[in-house]
């Protein structure tokens, strides 16, 4: 004849499988907070390369005299960040960009921002020994009326930059746009942080509102061995 379960085995299995159950359900909870941590890590590392990534890009096409060295920290660097670069007609205080090139040619004027009133317009003068670079400042950016063409290219719509001086420079010139832009690391209103990109409003004469280009970042860290990223 089967014995029946006493009330104090049957407390006892309840506690065994409570703790079985409690120790399960905290190994769940560890892996899965792990599962968090490497995924939250791994999320960082994209995102640091992919900032490195854009501050080289940036970077590689920056001179040194183009690095605004008062302003930059282990948090955050500022240049003359190139927005514009190529060929154009100079006349007086007015520079026209160039037409586009021929079929099968590559553009002879490449422009990654529209150009702005308070951008640097470096302009390369050939005649001097040595060459050197001189340096106007935008005041006035209008669609071109009359674009400069050299011969064998077709016309094609264009800029004039209206400028703060005229240039004794060559008629036809290689010239560079540049515009005043910060990289810095910040933390946003969701306590993560990000690498975020401001530009200078030549107007307000301050930097425009951030825009985050990477992130979620590892905490900046004054550190260098615990920051998620450094200049």
């Not at 995924?39 to 040194?64: E, F, K, P, W």
Request: proline share 6%; net charge positive.
């Amino acid at each position: 004849m089967r014995r029946a379960v006493t009330l104090v085995e049957l407390l006892v299995t309840l506690v065994v499988f409570g703790l079985v159950l409690g120790l399960i359900t905290h190994t769940l909870l560890f892996h899965q907070r792990l599962q968090r941590r490497l995924q939250a890590a791994n999320a960082a590392s994209r995102a640091a390369g992919q900032a490195t990534t854009i501050l080289a890009a940036t970077l590689a096409d920056v001179a040194r005299s183009d690095l605004v060295t008062n302003w930059s920290s282990d948090s955050a660097v500022e240049v003359m960040a190139p927005v514009g670069v190529g060929v154009a007609c100079v006349a007086g205080n007015e520079l026209r960009t160039a037409a586009s090139a021929t079929e099968g040619e590559p553009p002879l004027v490449v422009f990654t921002a529209t150009p702005e009133p308070g951008d640097r317009l470096m302009v390369f003068d050939d005649r001097p020994r040595p060459p050197l670079w001189r340096a106007r400042t935008v005041v006035e950016v209008a669609p071109a009326v009359q674009p400069c063409a050299p011969t064998g290219l077709r016309a094609a719509p264009g800029f004039t930059l209206r400028l703060d001086s005229a240039l004794d420079a060559s008629p036809i010139v290689a010239f560079r746009l540049l515009r005043r832009t910060r990289y810095d690391l910040y933390r946003s209103g969701d306590r993560l942080w990000y690498l975020g990109m401001r530009e200078w409003n030549a107007q307000a004469r301050a930097f425009n509102g951030v825009q985050p280009v990477a992130g979620p970042l590892q905490a900046y860290s004054m550190l260098v061995e615990s920051t998620g990223l450094s200049f």
